[in-house]
Each structure stands twice: as structure tokens, then as C-alpha cells.
């Protein structure tokens, strides 16, 4: 039986086309409107209103949660101060990317991590004798994401304390009355918020932020603006970009963090000399070890990620693509079509060749950007292609039969507006 | 290629503000371009990538000609003439990376056409609820609808290519002339009859004439017609409305033949965009350096000279200003054949738009949609019907401006909130027609009546616009002309009739960006492919710049050859850079 989220009467309501998606059964609305376009500039414009309330949530508290998330995620928690958030996965004892979400610290001994699938039972059989609980708290929270450079100023109306909060910076305080949680955080890659409310009190968070939009071209979004968004942002998106290792049938299924270009959150763990096959910017590893005397953190997967950095054993890496413009208005046109510039998200496998057309990797995600105003795409690329500006081609099909576009590779995210951060 | 030091600098101060009295070496170019609207600054920008230093001299205090967005009342951000993005060629978008200075065309996914009666036409981006919208009009216009779109986007792609490459010249014997000509020719012989056929009854005949093959519902051709008449003295029912027609419908919005969108801030951000994105190529752009004249010495420019008596070296000069101001203005006309003064003479401005601005205190609303609001973000087109247009077209004809105007208007702070203050609106209208030649009166006795005859429009549309009203801003013909210097305040520099357009644009044998004096060239609108924010007679005109030089001569023009070339005889090989 599918079910609705906190917003549904406030969403369906405003819902004009009919058409949800199932999100962990529950509905959330595919578009709202009939220009899907026109919510995604919204987001990149003004600000949309996004719920993104199906997302689990896990309640981790107890004098041993650091402890805890310290030895099952890969980022280190002991770094994550009460009132700050960060994006964070949990990974096999291979070094394969279990799952990802956010971390946020709320208080001493106390944390919530977002996840896009059910995880209770791994996390619990690795509480082992630590004073600890996990709990399932996914009912008991709406989350209503505002997402645009509007955001701040939406917030800073609904909830003042929220003006100076910082990038993924997470506070306690209350929007019209109901007490809730405002994380710095989205899925955007724009300036952001998600607010956490009590299930039974969203419409009343929704209503207050809703009126502070009014006029203001704020207006809800659906999930195909949103992987808009996300695509652009370089943002991965499990069963698309990547797989849950504990899942996957096969490894080449299966992704390390490192091919996954969020090497960036190992440089605590990274050979000083480390070059910068993870992605990240191993020269700024050096001096900023963990807490554990031995030189390093001790985590799920933490040693086969260090042999992984070690011995640079990457299959791949994740980044972005461009496909060259020109190329692909004179393949469209040579096959007597319109060159199509369509920006709803493909997020499905396309391959990508070299010029003698040998298979190099495949791309996950792909679209056309309306505010880069190219085709671009998510890719995994052998790591001799990771320097941006390396050549490859796309396959596509064309009237029927594939042709090969060229593209060169990029790092993401491909949209990066400085508001995200400051 | 060369960036110049001039970057940086520009970068940092304000357009124009440089104080530094000038060195005789500051005055030395390789290139000026005297105006900085878009195409003036297109044509600066592909220049100095080329690795020109290339100097902007601009008349008034700010860039972007016609295409600017203007303040008049604090936090309501107007349109002031040109209001939305089609037509601009996406190659200049990537090669002159205008996304990286903030370029951000905003889809506008609605039209909606109000009726006289109450009702209303709304089309949007969903196919079947366009179809059932249409429906309630006439059931048969419905796939008359598809068909209509299927056959006109066979047209616009097939003379698609013409508007990305600069005019033949059929009189030249340059073989690569030659051989461009045979490839254009070989294009058409290739097309489909149908697609051919109907791309000259559209580049011939009426719109009225196209459109009721396919269409019965009045709003429904009201609509499609109201392309027809844009920025020309015609009525759909003229002959030569259907170029017009096609002409818009060749815009495109992320490869969508037809759809426009608003960019960010309006054409003025994005004429601003253009411009941080010529700087960053080196071209420096001055502003307020109102341009007298080009000197010329043994008939090749040299430079120009300022209304202040300041003077510019360079060896090539482009002007973006219209033919008239080109050929008529800047130089002094004995130096130019009397065919082509001839010729530019004759060439049709006769501007009969007008533009009406409003600050609204709120969204007007539309009795038939009660207290929705979302039918604004795209074109409100007052113009129900094909009649309509046509008796509005009636009053110019005996010059008048129509006492029922038709209007394009659009709230553009529904697509760009940072337009206006929240819950507030602004409200452009495009209006025809307002011949600039009044019978009897003149635009300075008429302007606010004209105001008047808008408002009183769009009020027995909308009742209770008028309340909203918070202020209002005409533009006449007249103003157009004054303020930003298009000849009888024509919007597409110079006429869209077909005597004017293509290889005639705007003169025969002159319509390849070069004129008869040896280094100055044209690269407004007036030239090939012609008007609205496109940016292609700035890109094609520093082409042929560009591939002068790299032929290491600049075209030199004997006496014989002026002589001859008005006559379109052998002599205009002179035109084809040879």
C-alpha cells in the first residue's frame, strides 16, 4: 500500500499533472507543473521547495555514537562538532561503498544520518558491546528541503537564527512555532536548507516557508528538476551512479569511494606524496591526521582504502563530461534531425569509446544543461582520462543506429555557483 | 590567440571609467567598433579572440543599444525596448563562452491569448493538454496544430544554415565565392519540393494566407499571426508577412525552433554578459565617446573622430550602427558610389512599434482563471484574432497608431523575480502599431495618449489593471530613435521585407559586412541576417574582417569598380574580398 509523506496535503494540492514517483512507498511528486524547466530555474533563480521526506533517517545516540560512526563511516565524526553536518558513506571491509548520506551532530551523544535505503540491521549488528542504540526514525521527521539563492533569505523570514548558519552548519530553532532542525544542506549544488519538523507539525513548516516565497516566484519541485540539479552538482545518486556493495552481484558493481571521485574525504588517511589520483588535493593531507595514535583512523573498509591510496589500485574514477557542441549539432544534422536539446535526465548506462572505438567506461548520468547550455554527463573514465580535457567519445543513438560524439572530461560538479558555499 | 593587457584593467574599473588622460599610443587600435549594442560588441569580442586590440566607442552611458534593462523606479527592473531571447546564435553562445560571464536564458513555457469575449487561449509545454486546450477552440485545429509545426520546422530547417553564413554574392568570380555558391545551390536542390514551395510562399506571401490553409480558430491564427507583424509595417494580410512569420519562428530556446526565453535581468543582462565576456577578451569599451565621423585618407579609414574632436587610430573601423548612420552619417557620402547613397536612401525604416512599461502593485488577474496567476510566464498576446490585427494595422496604414493596438506583453517578474519587489510586477508591452510618421501630430503631442490607448486596452482585457498601476513608461518610435539611434525607431534596423533582407541587406553587392571604402565595415542589424538580439551580423561581419586580413590585403576599390558595383554588374568582385 503506498503511503504519503508529512507535505502530502500540502504537495498533492499543489501537484497539477498527476504524476508521482515512488520514493521508498511514498509518493513525491515526478513535477508539480507542466515545465519541469520552469521548477528547476526556479531552483537555480529564485528558490523551490522540495520534500524530501522518504529519505531514512537513523537516530544514533549513546557516550559511544562517536565511537560507533567513527569505526562504521568513512568520515571521521570525531571532527564533526555539535552543529555541523557532513556528507559521509559507509563502506564493505574491502573498501566498497556500502551506501552514503549525511551526517549531522545535534548534540553530545547524539546524531541523525540520512540514507537512501534500509540499513538498521547493518548498523545494529555492528554496535557490537558499545553503549549505543541505533533507531529508525524516518516516521518521525518531514524533511522540506529549500533549495535556490533565495534560501537564506527564506529561512532567515521563517527562522532568523538560520541567517548566519554556515555550509552544511546544522541548528536547533523553531518555524512558526514548531521546533525543528535547519541543516545547511541539499542536493542541489545550490545555496540550501533542509528543514527537519516533526511529522505531525509540517504543514505548519511548510505554510510558514510557503508564505515567505509568496510572490517571489518560490514554488515546488518535483524529482526531475531535482536530478536536474544533482547531475549538474556531480552529486551521485545509488542504483545510478553507483551500487551498494552489499547488493552487488559482481565487484564491477561495486565502487570504492576513490572511484567514486569523493577521494577528497580521505586526505587524513593519504600517503603525504599521494598525488591527486583520488581527486581530491592530496597535497593538502599532510598535518591533518585523526585522533587515533596510530596514524590512522580505523573504520570499515579504512584499510583497503589506504592500500587503495597506497598502491593506487583505482579501476576508475568518476567525473564529468562535456559533449562538444559542434559535434553534436553535425551528427544530428547529417542525419536529417533537429539536434535535440533535452534536459530531462538519463540515468542509464551509455558507453564511451576512444577514437579507435575500444570501450573505455561508461557514462551513469547524462542531460542537457540549460544554464551550462551543453550536454553533460557523469562518467567513469580509466584514470589515465581523469586530467581534465581528455578526449573521449559517447555513444548515443541516432536514427536508430549508435553514433560517437566527442566529449571531453571535466571535474565535478559542472555547476558550482560561489552562493553554494558562502 | 593574444590577449591583450587591457583585460585585467577592465575587469576592475567600471565600463568607461578610465580617467587616465590618453598617450598617443592609447589611441592606436587594430580594430574600433563604433557602438556598443550587441552586435557591436559581438562583433568587438570575435575580433580581439582573433587577437585584435579592439576598442568599443559607445555614444551613451551604457552598454547594449537597444537590448538594456533600466531601473526607473527602485527594486522595478524594465525591459526598456528589446524584451526577450530567441534568435541569438548558439554558436556565439559556446565560442565566446558567455556562460561562464552569468549567460541564463529562462524558459518561458507559456503563451497565453486572451479573447475579447472573456475567454482565452493558454498554451503551454505539455503536447496533449496543448491539443485539448486548442480543441476548445476548434476540434480541427488540433493535429492542424502539428502539422502546421511540422511543416514550418521542415522550412526553418533548411534555411536555418543562411542565417549562420554571410550573403552570397552571385556577381563574384572568387572561386571560394564560387564554390560556396555551388554548395548553397546544391542545398536547394536537394530539398524536398513541398519544404521548398512552402518556404517561398512563406518568404512571399501573407501570413493570413499560410495560416488559413491550416487553421479555423480565429485565436488560434490571432496567435500565430502576431509573429507575422512584428517590428514591420505590414498586416498579416499583406504580402511579405510570411518572411516576418518565419523570421521569429527561427529563434530557438534550447534547440526549440520557436520558443523564446527571458534572460536574466532581461536583454540588458545579457548585453552585459556579453560585455564582461568581450572584455575578458581584451576589447575595451568606452562609453559615453559619441562618434562624429570615420577619417578616411585616399579613400581607406584611418579612424574616428569624437563629437569632442577626439580622434582613434585604427585601420579598421566597424560600425553597428543602421545603414543610414553607416553610409549616410559617419562618412561623408561623395566618398561612396551613388548607386549605394542611392540605395540607402531608398532602404524602408519606417518604425511602427512602440513600447509601454509598467510598475504593477501586483499580478493583474484574468476573470476566466480566477485567482490563478501562471498563465503570465510567458507572451500575453492581445491580438485575438487575424482581423484584430489587421484593422489595428488599418489605423498605421493612414498614419495613426491603432486605437486597438495589438500587444505583446509579458510580466517578466514571473519568470525573473529579481524583477520586482516580491508581490510586485513589472509588465512590458510590445505595441503596434505606432507609425513613427503621425499624420498631422508628432510623438512628443501624442506619447502619453498613445499610454493611454494601451492601458485602455489591456485594461478591457485585464479590468482592474488600472489600479495596479504604480508607474508608466512610453516609448515611441521617436524615443527609440533619440535614445538609442535606430533610424525612425525601426527595432530591426531597417525593415524585414525581402527586397531588404539576405544578399540585399543592406544594399546589393554590399551586403557582405564591407563597404567601398577600404577598411570600414558594417555589423549592425542592418546587415545580413538582420534585427532582433542574434548576434550573427557581429560574428559574420568580424569574419569577413578577419578574412580580409588574413588575406593579407585589404580590399582596395578602384573608381571602376564603385562605378559598377551599384549597377550589379561585373565590377562587384571588389565586394567579395578579393
Same mark, same amino acid.
Given at each position: 500500500m503506498i503511503r504519503t509523506t508529512p507535505f502530502h496535503e500540502r504537495t498533492s494540492a499543489l501537484n497539477e499533472t498527476g504524476l508521482w514517483e515512488h520514493w521508498s512507498n511514498s509518493l513525491v511528486a515526478q513535477r508539480y507543473q507542466m515545465s519541469e524547466k520552469f521548477e528547476y530555474f526556479a531552483i537555480r533563480n529564485a528558490a523551490g521547495m522540495f520534500d524530501t521526506s522518504p529519505l531514512y533517517k537513523y537516530r544514533i545516540a549513546g557516550p559511544d555514537a562517536e565511537r560507533f560512526l567513527g569505526g562504521v563511516l568513512a568520515r571521521d565524526p570525531h571532527k564533526l562538532a555539535v552543529g555541523h553536518a557532513h556528507y559521509t558513506l559507509w563502506c564493505d571491509d574491502r573498501g566498497f561503498v556500502i551506501e552514503d548520506g549525511v551526517l549531522l551532530h545535534v548534540a553530545d551523544d547524539e546524531y541523525l544520518l540520512t540514507a537512501a535505503e534500509p540499513n538498521l540491521a547493518y548498523f545494529e549488528g555492528l554496535t557490537g558491546r558499545l553503549d549505543v542504540s541505533v533507531e529508525d526514525v524516518t516516521e518521525d521527521w518531514g524533511i522540506l528541503s529549500v533549495q535556490g539563492p533565495y534560501a537564506r +533569505?527564506?529561512?532567515?523570514?521563517?527562522?532568523?537564527?538560520?541567517? +548566519?548558519?554556515?555550509?552544511f552548519g546544522v541548528t536547533r530553532t523553531e518555524v512558526a512555532g514548531v521546533p525543528v532542525l535547519v541543516s545547511r544542506t541539499g542536493y542541489t549544488g545550490d545555496l540550501g536548507y533542509e528543514i527537519w519538523t516533526p511529522a505531525a507539525d509540517a504543514l505548519r513548516v511548510w505554510d510558514a516557508v510557503a508564505a515567505a516565497g509568496a510572490g517571489r516566484g518560490v514554488i515546488p519541485f518535483g524529482m526531475t528538476a531535482l536530478y536536474m540539479a544533482r547531475i549538474e552538482a556531480g552529486l551521485v545518486l545509488l542504483d545510478v551512479d553507483f551500487h551498494s556493495s552489499r547488493f552487488a552481484w559482481t565487484d564491477a558493481d561495486r565502487t570504492t569511494p576513490i572511484e567514486l571521485g569523493l577521494g577528497?574525504?580521505?586526505? +587524513?588517511l593519504a600517503p603525504v606524496d599521494a598525488g591527486n589520483g583520488s581527486g581530491g588535493n592530496g597535497a593538502a593531507a599532510a598535518g591533518r591526521n585523526g585522533h587515533d595514535d596510530r596514524g590512522g583512523r580505523a573504520f570499515i573498509g579504512g584499510e583497503a582504502i589506504k592500500t587503495e591510496l597506497r598502491e593506487k589500485t583505482s579501476r576508475w574514477q568518476l567525473t564529468g563530461l562535456v559533449v562538444d557542441w559542434r559535434d553534436y549539432d553535425r551528427i544530428y544534422d547529417a542525419a536529417g534531425l533537429i539536434p535535440p536539446k533535452d534536459h530531462t535526465p538519463i540515468q542509464d548506462e551509455y558507453y564511451i569509446y576512444d577514437d579507435a572505438l575500444n570501450q573505455l567506461g561508461y557514462a551513469t548520468s547524462q542531460m542537457y544543461s540549460p544554464m551550462l547550455q551543453r550536454h553533460i554527463a557523469l562518467a567513469r573514465v580509466p584514470l589515465a582520462l581523469t586530467a581534465p580535457g581528455s578526449k573521449v567519445k559517447l555513444e548515443l543513438p541516432v536514427a536508430h543506429r549508435y553514433e560517437y560524439f566527442d566529449a571531453h572530461v571535466t571535474r565535478p560538479p559542472l555547476f558550482n555557483p560561489q552562493r553554494r558555499t558562502a | 590567440m593574444a590577449k591583450t593587457n587591457g583585460t585585467k584593467a577592465n575587469g576592475a574599473k567600471p565600463i568607461g571609467a578610465r580617467r587616465d588622460r590618453p598617450t598617443r599610443d592609447d589611441r592606436t587600435y587594430d580594430a574600433i567598433v563604433v557602438g556598443a549594442g550587441h552586435n557591436g560588441m559581438t562583433n568587438a569580442a570575435y575580433l580581439a579572440r582573433a587577437g585584435l586590440r579592439t576598442l568599443v566607442l559607445e555614444r551613451r552611458g551604457n552598454v547594449g543599444g537597444a537590448a538594456i534593462t533600466e531601473e526607473l523606479r527602485p527594486g522595478f527592473w524594465f525591459t526598456t525596448f528589446s524584451y526577450a531571447l530567441s534568435l541569438l546564435r548558439p554558436d556565439i553562445i559556446h565560442e565566446l563562452e558567455l556562460v561562464k560571464h552569468g549567460f541564463m536564458p529562462i524558459l518561458m513555457p507559456s503563451t497565453f491569448c486572451p479573447k475579447e469575449d472573456g475567454d482565452y487561449l493558454l498554451l503551454g509545454q505539455d503536447h496533449g493538454e496543448n491539443h485539448k486546450e486548442i480543441e476548445r477552440h476548434s476540434k480541427h485545429d488540433a493535429d492542424a496544430y502539428d502539422a502546421f509545426n511540422h511543416d514550418i520546422t521542415k522550412v526553418l530547417q533548411a534555411i536555418k544554415p543562411l542565417m549562420d553564413e554571410a550573403p552570397p554574392d552571385f556577381w563574384s568570380d572568387d572561386p571560394e565565392e564560387l564554390i560556396r555558391l555551388a554548395a548553397m545551390g546544391s542545398r536547394f536542390r536537394h530539398l524536398d519540393r513541398k519544404v521548398l514551395h512552402d518556404a517561398i510562399?512563406? $518568404?512571399? &506571401?501573407?501570413?493570413? %494566407?499560410f495560416l488559413d490553409d491550416y487553421f479555423e480558430s480565429d485565436i488560434l491564427k490571432g496567435y500565430m499571426a502576431s509573429s507575422a507583424i512584428i517590428g514591420t509595417r505590414v498586416g498579416p494580410y499583406s504580402q511579405g508577412s510570411g518572411l516576418v512569420l518565419l523570421y521569429? $519562428?527561427? &529563434?530557438?530556446? %534550447?534547440? =526549440?525552433? &520557436? !520558443?523564446?526565453?527571458f534572460h536574466k535581468q532581461g536583454n540588458g543582462g545579457f548585453t552585459k554578459?556579453?560585455?564582461? !565576456? !568581450?572584455?575578458?577578451? &581584451?576589447? =575595451?569599451?568606452k562609453l559615453e565617446s559619441p562618434v562624429d565621423h570615420v577619417i578616411t585618407r585616399d579613400g581607406r579609414a584611418t579612424g574616428v573622430a569624437l563629437r569632442d574632436g577626439a580622434e582613434y587610430q585604427a585601420p579598421i573601423v566597424v560600425s553597428a550602427l543602421d545603414p543610414r548612420r553607416t553610409f549616410l552619417e559617419l562618412v %561623408?557620402?561623395? =566618398?561612396?558610389?551613388? %548607386? $549605394?547613397?542611392?540605395e540607402i536612401q531608398r532602404f524602408r525604416f519606417q518604425g511602427t512599434s512602440a513600447k509601454v512599461n509598467f510598475a504593477l502593485d501586483g499580478v493583474p488577474r484574468y476573470p476566466a482563471l480566477g485567482d490563478r496567476t501562471d498563465q503570465y510566464r510567458g507572451f500575453t498576446n492581445i491580438g485575438p484574432s487575424m482581423e484584430y490585427l489587421e484593422r489595428a494595422f488599418d489605423d498605421a496604414k493612414y498614419g495613426w497608431y491603432s486605437k486597438r493596438p495589438y500587444l505583446d506583453c509579458a510580466i517578466q517578474s514571473t519568470v525573473d523575480p529579481d524583477?520586482?519587489?516580491p508581490g510586485k510586477a513589472v509588465w512590458s508591452s510590445f505595441v503596434q502599431y505606432a507609425p513613427y510618421e503621425l499624420r498631422e501630430s508628432d510623438w512628443d503631442t501624442e506619447r502619453e495618449r498613445l499610454g493611454d490607448t494601451v492601458q485602455a486596452t489591456i485594461e478591457s482585457f485585464f479590468p482592474g489593471f488600472g489600479s495596479l498601476v504604480l508607474q508608466r513608461e512610453v516609448r515611441t518610435p521617436l524615443d527609440i530613435e533619440r535614445t538609442v539611434g535606430l533610424s525612425e525607431g525601426n527595432i530591426f534596423a531597417g525593415e524585414f521585407l525581402a527586397p531588404q533582407m539576405w544578399f540585399m541587406r543592406p544594399a546589393i553587392g554590399w551586403a557582405n559586412y564591407r563597404t567601398p571604402i577600404e577598411g570600414y565595415y558594417q555589423c549592425g542589424s542592418g546587415t545580413h541576417p538582420g534585427g532582433c538580439v542574434m548576434g550573427a551580423p557581429g560574428k559574420l561581419a568580424a569574419q569577413a574582417v578577419l578574412k580580409d586580413r588574413e588575406r593579407g590585403r585589404l580590399r582596395g576599390v578602384s573608381v571602376g569598380a564603385r562605378a559598377g558595383n551599384g549597377t550589379g554588374s561585373a565590377a562587384a568582385p571588389a565586394a567579395a574580398g578579393s
Amino acid at each position: 500500500m503506498i503511503r504519503t509523506t508529512p507535505f502530502h496535503e500540502r504537495t498533492s494540492a499543489l501537484n497539477e499533472t498527476g504524476l508521482w514517483e515512488h520514493w521508498s512507498n511514498s509518493l513525491v511528486a515526478q513535477r508539480y507543473q507542466m515545465s519541469e524547466k520552469f521548477e528547476y530555474f526556479a531552483i537555480r533563480n529564485a528558490a523551490g521547495m522540495f520534500d524530501t521526506s522518504p529519505l531514512y533517517k537513523y537516530r544514533i545516540a549513546g557516550p559511544d555514537a562517536e565511537r560507533f560512526l567513527g569505526g562504521v563511516l568513512a568520515r571521521d565524526p570525531h571532527k564533526l562538532a555539535v552543529g555541523h553536518a557532513h556528507y559521509t558513506l559507509w563502506c564493505d571491509d574491502r573498501g566498497f561503498v556500502i551506501e552514503d548520506g549525511v551526517l549531522l551532530h545535534v548534540a553530545d551523544d547524539e546524531y541523525l544520518l540520512t540514507a537512501a535505503e534500509p540499513n538498521l540491521a547493518y548498523f545494529e549488528g555492528l554496535t557490537g558491546r558499545l553503549d549505543v542504540s541505533v533507531e529508525d526514525v524516518t516516521e518521525d521527521w518531514g524533511i522540506l528541503s529549500v533549495q535556490g539563492p533565495y534560501a537564506r +533569505d527564506l529561512l532567515a523570514a521563517v527562522a532568523p537564527v538560520t541567517e +548566519d548558519l554556515g555550509y552544511f552548519g546544522v541548528t536547533r530553532t523553531e518555524v512558526a512555532g514548531v521546533p525543528v532542525l535547519v541543516s545547511r544542506t541539499g542536493y542541489t549544488g545550490d545555496l540550501g536548507y533542509e528543514i527537519w519538523t516533526p511529522a505531525a507539525d509540517a504543514l505548519r513548516v511548510w505554510d510558514a516557508v510557503a508564505a515567505a516565497g509568496a510572490g517571489r516566484g518560490v514554488i515546488p519541485f518535483g524529482m526531475t528538476a531535482l536530478y536536474m540539479a544533482r547531475i549538474e552538482a556531480g552529486l551521485v545518486l545509488l542504483d545510478v551512479d553507483f551500487h551498494s556493495s552489499r547488493f552487488a552481484w559482481t565487484d564491477a558493481d561495486r565502487t570504492t569511494p576513490i572511484e567514486l571521485g569523493l577521494g577528497w574525504m580521505f586526505r +587524513d588517511l593519504a600517503p603525504v606524496d599521494a598525488g591527486n589520483g583520488s581527486g581530491g588535493n592530496g597535497a593538502a593531507a599532510a598535518g591533518r591526521n585523526g585522533h587515533d595514535d596510530r596514524g590512522g583512523r580505523a573504520f570499515i573498509g579504512g584499510e583497503a582504502i589506504k592500500t587503495e591510496l597506497r598502491e593506487k589500485t583505482s579501476r576508475w574514477q568518476l567525473t564529468g563530461l562535456v559533449v562538444d557542441w559542434r559535434d553534436y549539432d553535425r551528427i544530428y544534422d547529417a542525419a536529417g534531425l533537429i539536434p535535440p536539446k533535452d534536459h530531462t535526465p538519463i540515468q542509464d548506462e551509455y558507453y564511451i569509446y576512444d577514437d579507435a572505438l575500444n570501450q573505455l567506461g561508461y557514462a551513469t548520468s547524462q542531460m542537457y544543461s540549460p544554464m551550462l547550455q551543453r550536454h553533460i554527463a557523469l562518467a567513469r573514465v580509466p584514470l589515465a582520462l581523469t586530467a581534465p580535457g581528455s578526449k573521449v567519445k559517447l555513444e548515443l543513438p541516432v536514427a536508430h543506429r549508435y553514433e560517437y560524439f566527442d566529449a571531453h572530461v571535466t571535474r565535478p560538479p559542472l555547476f558550482n555557483p560561489q552562493r553554494r558555499t558562502a | 590567440m593574444a590577449k591583450t593587457n587591457g583585460t585585467k584593467a577592465n575587469g576592475a574599473k567600471p565600463i568607461g571609467a578610465r580617467r587616465d588622460r590618453p598617450t598617443r599610443d592609447d589611441r592606436t587600435y587594430d580594430a574600433i567598433v563604433v557602438g556598443a549594442g550587441h552586435n557591436g560588441m559581438t562583433n568587438a569580442a570575435y575580433l580581439a579572440r582573433a587577437g585584435l586590440r579592439t576598442l568599443v566607442l559607445e555614444r551613451r552611458g551604457n552598454v547594449g543599444g537597444a537590448a538594456i534593462t533600466e531601473e526607473l523606479r527602485p527594486g522595478f527592473w524594465f525591459t526598456t525596448f528589446s524584451y526577450a531571447l530567441s534568435l541569438l546564435r548558439p554558436d556565439i553562445i559556446h565560442e565566446l563562452e558567455l556562460v561562464k560571464h552569468g549567460f541564463m536564458p529562462i524558459l518561458m513555457p507559456s503563451t497565453f491569448c486572451p479573447k475579447e469575449d472573456g475567454d482565452y487561449l493558454l498554451l503551454g509545454q505539455d503536447h496533449g493538454e496543448n491539443h485539448k486546450e486548442i480543441e476548445r477552440h476548434s476540434k480541427h485545429d488540433a493535429d492542424a496544430y502539428d502539422a502546421f509545426n511540422h511543416d514550418i520546422t521542415k522550412v526553418l530547417q533548411a534555411i536555418k544554415p543562411l542565417m549562420d553564413e554571410a550573403p552570397p554574392d552571385f556577381w563574384s568570380d572568387d572561386p571560394e565565392e564560387l564554390i560556396r555558391l555551388a554548395a548553397m545551390g546544391s542545398r536547394f536542390r536537394h530539398l524536398d519540393r513541398k519544404v521548398l514551395h512552402d518556404a517561398i510562399r512563406l $518568404l512571399t &506571401g501573407s501570413a493570413a %494566407d499560410f495560416l488559413d490553409d491550416y487553421f479555423e480558430s480565429d485565436i488560434l491564427k490571432g496567435y500565430m499571426a502576431s509573429s507575422a507583424i512584428i517590428g514591420t509595417r505590414v498586416g498579416p494580410y499583406s504580402q511579405g508577412s510570411g518572411l516576418v512569420l518565419l523570421y521569429h $519562428l527561427l &529563434g530557438e530556446h %534550447d534547440g =526549440e525552433f &520557436g !520558443a523564446w526565453a527571458f534572460h536574466k535581468q532581461g536583454n540588458g543582462g545579457f548585453t552585459k554578459v556579453l560585455a564582461r !565576456a !568581450a572584455q575578458s577578451l &581584451g576589447v =575595451e569599451i568606452k562609453l559615453e565617446s559619441p562618434v562624429d565621423h570615420v577619417i578616411t585618407r585616399d579613400g581607406r579609414a584611418t579612424g574616428v573622430a569624437l563629437r569632442d574632436g577626439a580622434e582613434y587610430q585604427a585601420p579598421i573601423v566597424v560600425s553597428a550602427l543602421d545603414p543610414r548612420r553607416t553610409f549616410l552619417e559617419l562618412v %561623408d557620402p561623395r =566618398e561612396l558610389p551613388v %548607386d $549605394l547613397v542611392d540605395e540607402i536612401q531608398r532602404f524602408r525604416f519606417q518604425g511602427t512599434s512602440a513600447k509601454v512599461n509598467f510598475a504593477l502593485d501586483g499580478v493583474p488577474r484574468y476573470p476566466a482563471l480566477g485567482d490563478r496567476t501562471d498563465q503570465y510566464r510567458g507572451f500575453t498576446n492581445i491580438g485575438p484574432s487575424m482581423e484584430y490585427l489587421e484593422r489595428a494595422f488599418d489605423d498605421a496604414k493612414y498614419g495613426w497608431y491603432s486605437k486597438r493596438p495589438y500587444l505583446d506583453c509579458a510580466i517578466q517578474s514571473t519568470v525573473d523575480p529579481d524583477m520586482a519587489p516580491p508581490g510586485k510586477a513589472v509588465w512590458s508591452s510590445f505595441v503596434q502599431y505606432a507609425p513613427y510618421e503621425l499624420r498631422e501630430s508628432d510623438w512628443d503631442t501624442e506619447r502619453e495618449r498613445l499610454g493611454d490607448t494601451v492601458q485602455a486596452t489591456i485594461e478591457s482585457f485585464f479590468p482592474g489593471f488600472g489600479s495596479l498601476v504604480l508607474q508608466r513608461e512610453v516609448r515611441t518610435p521617436l524615443d527609440i530613435e533619440r535614445t538609442v539611434g535606430l533610424s525612425e525607431g525601426n527595432i530591426f534596423a531597417g525593415e524585414f521585407l525581402a527586397p531588404q533582407m539576405w544578399f540585399m541587406r543592406p544594399a546589393i553587392g554590399w551586403a557582405n559586412y564591407r563597404t567601398p571604402i577600404e577598411g570600414y565595415y558594417q555589423c549592425g542589424s542592418g546587415t545580413h541576417p538582420g534585427g532582433c538580439v542574434m548576434g550573427a551580423p557581429g560574428k559574420l561581419a568580424a569574419q569577413a574582417v578577419l578574412k580580409d586580413r588574413e588575406r593579407g590585403r585589404l580590399r582596395g576599390v578602384s573608381v571602376g569598380a564603385r562605378a559598377g558595383n551599384g549597377t550589379g554588374s561585373a565590377a562587384a568582385p571588389a565586394a567579395a574580398g578579393s
